[in-house]
């Protein structure tokens, strides 16, 4: 994987809310890299800062209360955050899209499924109403929604919760972005169905050659789609693997403990260890490592200083940040 | 056996909404000064308010007569003083039997539940369903005007609202296992509703009143401005702006005053509902 | 759709079964004996007897009961005690003045009510906002009728801009200056009413998550606010202006007692005044009829505009 295949390109982000009259950090000094043709999944309980790292990319978190702190992201030669509203509107829907979890609020009721898509269409590409339907039936046949031409006029609810989210994948992909911001898109779903949306979407990543940030806390789905996978915890990332690599070797305390936390079929639910503690709210991050007090590898030096992404291999592919675990010996990445 | 509240203002609640809504204060105050000056009438009033002076009839404001006077040549300011008082009982009157009858209502109705249930429901909605002003104005008509028949026709008007809001909380009640318990204790169902239901609906009860204040003065006000209020010379506010109505060309003052003084009233009343009902139910909210 | 606007229709019908018993009981209760309040104290027997028979007062009260809703059936409201004229004749002569005003008054609500309702939740908790909950308190404060006499008095009386004893004259210009404060007065008030609801319906819908779907999709905050925000609060709007008519009408009768336009309102002003109960209980007949009907037309407004009604 070469530096060229680089699609988004995340440099030290920082989200930041006012809680109580003050600037608070939910998202520290995030870096990660999106590759074309790869999804990244992005791990962590709620609270971690996953969700609120993905709205900063776009953009698109409350007007009040909340801001970018510091950091890039870099997008085609341009860093998203300096942009102004109506460039960064361009970019919207169109070089990047997202979709959400709840499929049934997120999509508008009044609207029939046909025009919300045809608005993602007409909103970046000069088409005519006729066209934009035509390609709205086009895009609804792709993520293999049935007799498309007719349901193309139908509202979100005569549809049911797994169809329901692929619409909203056909409008994230309606004008052929390189970048899909999924935000725990199935976690609202049955399992069956979540395994025919995430069959879609991986076929749907390697047909368009999609860069795709997948966010979930579900480590099951992670096994499923993943290239690579990082783990967040209270806002910044603490590990970073292939996902071959994280599930054999997760060096991090906090990734082995959700690894030991995740039911699975070849363990008894007896020697499943739920995490200690909870995530600290981000007006309550203490300096250091943020798990340390959850954290059994605990060592004194843990809560002096925050500690750096470090790699652990030659090939730069896996970061672990851990004093204990892996104590800084080169730059970050 | 403690009553489990369900939605009780709690104090902690009140002063939250009161120092986030700078505006509550207002209404409080304003209120807080306009029931002093009608409980303290006969003494601030400059005059008796049925006196005629005849020499100085339809006068303009001036220093013996702050507000000037009407037709009759009785001092506006004293009027208007008096009209406090009477405004203000009847709609504190009306609103009062309203909440006692309608609160029943609701309770019994909502406790029996069933075929009685259902038709009280029907013949409320048919009560809703006629405007206020309209139900005022054929009660009052029907009853001739006088004091007593303005309070009925208003209280009238506002029994429904009343017994909608004892209503549905008695029915969520009723289901509730202490109530159960208590049946099985051998409680009857005039206790259980009088001590295990009813006080937790007395918040809620009780900032409906707030605001249905204000609109008992308003009706008030238009049933005494059509001439269906109380008969002259007693003051009322809306009975002297029908006056200043009648001599709007000459006498801008007859209008102008009682019509500020209800508007303030109204105003007080609504700002202190307001504040009153976000503290029993942040949802309620408009924000 | 079927289903539910059927069902809307066959509940109506009680409904206004109800109220018109209301009517009837409540006109019924008038102390005293009606032949005796037209014909005068002095009449004689005979002459009372006969009225009485003419007017089927003699009849058991079951039996009046049936003819009144005969009567409301075939369109017979009662003879004016007055005039003599049949209600609906008096009805329909001052019906139109009551259909501009209340339809100019609704077009001014409504169009500003949904502008500054609009404004007030997008620029929430800044100038704008602050200036509209005001401005929607006060309005909502005011008695129509006080709002109405000190309009009078501002822009009447001391402006003589406009007529106040509600002017006379031919033509649409005349037309136009009678029409302007009573619409003016009425339509402030539905202004402040309908801001108010906007604004939380707006506030409401703004923090759901299609708001943000679209946001996603790079649609422009106008559009979004417009077709997505909008189109969803106009919904529970509907719902709560419609039932919205009944105070309406009340405000309208005092627009038009104290602008002394003709109209519905001020036939019940009449009536009052020369005790023609007969007319009185005809008035309310139209008006109970009137707000059955625009109850239900609210209601199957509300299963036409919102799609997941429409489409079971």
Redesign the interface.
Known sequence: MSVDDIVLDIRDLTTEFLVGGRWHAAVRGLSLALRRNETLAVVGESGSGKSVAALSLLRLLPQAGARIGGGEIRFAGRNLVALSEDDMAEIRGNAIAMIFQEPMTALNPTMTVGAQIAEAVLTHRRVSRAEAVVEAIRLLEEVRIPSAASRVHDYPHQFSGGMRQRVMIAMALACRPSVLLADEPTTALDVTIQAQVLALLSELKTAHGLAVLFITHNLGVVAQIADRVAVMHAGEVVELAPVGELFARPLHPYTAALLRAMPRVDVDSEDLEPIPGQVPSIAAVLPGCAFAPRCSFRQPGCVQERPPLVAIDAGHEHFVRCPVRAPAQEPTP | MAAVSTAVARPSGLWLAFRRNRLSWVGLVLLAAIVLIAALAPLIAPYDPIEQHIAYRLEPPSAEFLLGTDTYGRDVLSRLIHGARISLIVAFAAVAIAMVVGTFIGVVSGYVGGMFDQVMMGVLDVKLAFPTLLLGLMIAAILGASLENLIIAIAVTEIAPFARIARAPTIALKQRDFIEAGRALGFGPLRIMGVHILPNMIADVVVMGSLWMATAIRTEASLSFIGLGVKPPTPTWGGMIREGFENILTAWWLAVFPSLAILLTVLALNLLGDALRDAIDPKLRAE | MIRYAALRLVLAV??LL??L???FV??R???GDAAMVILGEQANEAALQALRSKLGLDQPLYVQYLDFLGGVLTGDFGRSLASGRPVLDEVRFVLPYTIELTAAALGLGVIFGLLLGVLAAVR?NQAADYLGRIFS??G???????SG??L??VFA??LGWFP?LGGGGEGPAAGLRNLALPALNLGLIMTAYIM?VT??SM?AVLG???I?????????ARQVIM??GL??AL?PIITVVGLYF??L???S??TE??FNRPGLGKL??GA??TRDYAL?QGL?IV??IC??VV?TLTDLAYGF????VK?K
């Open positions: 009680p409904t109800g109220m018993t209301v009517i409540l006109v209760l008038v102390p929430r308190l006060v909502l404060s005011f008695p129509a009728f006080v006499i000190l009078l008095l009386v001391e106040v108010r604004r939380s506030l759901e998550d299609y943000r779907t679209a946001r996603a999709k790079g649609v422009r077709r997505h189109r969803n919904i009944g105070t009408i009340g405000n009768v005092l007692i104290v019940i002003l009052l005044n009185l309310m008006f109970a707000i059955i109850n505009v919102d799609p997941r489409y």
